[in-house]
């Protein structure tokens, strides 16, 4: 079992940047990749980014891709979304997951945290 929570967001001006947390809990958080997903009002959940467990590999979505950095920190059980160059179409509740080492398959999600970025 592991449960996630997010932190950081809020309200951002367009081409600035804000930084998000997802805390883990449990002993075992490098037996997970993680990823940050967003769902946008009206809109489906959409993949944003992830990492593998050890951090070595990392994946974007095109549409964030050269503007967000996912990272994390084993011993703090904490993965981070940097979010640089915000655009409104960014505005959305970011998620953070976890998938058992290996797989995509995303069993635990957090509550998610609202980024909101005007023009």
């Known amino acids: 079992q592991v449960q996630l929570v997010e932190s950081g967001g809020g309200l951002e001006q367009a081409g600035n940047s804000l930084r998000l947390s997802c805390a883990a809990s449990?002993?075992?958080?490098?037996?997970?990749?993680m990823g940050w997903f967003r769902q946008a009002p009206g809109k489906e959940r959409e993949f944003v980014a992830r990492?593998?467990?050890?951090?070595?590999?990392?994946y974007y979505a095109d549409s964030v891709k050269g503007r967000f950095a996912i990272s994390r920190d084993n011993a703090k059980n904490t993965v981070y979304l940097q979010m640089n160059s915000l655009k409104p179409e960014d505005t959305a509740v970011y998620y953070c997951?976890?998938?058992?080492?290996?797989?995509?398959?995303?069993?635990?999600w957090g509550q998610g945290t609202q980024v909101t970025v005007s023009s």
């Open positions: 990492i593998n467990w050890s951090g070595g590999a990392t």
């Open positions: 997951a976890a998938a058992p080492k290996g797989t995509t398959a995303f069993t635990y």
């Open positions: 449990g002993r075992t958080f490098n037996s997970y990749g």
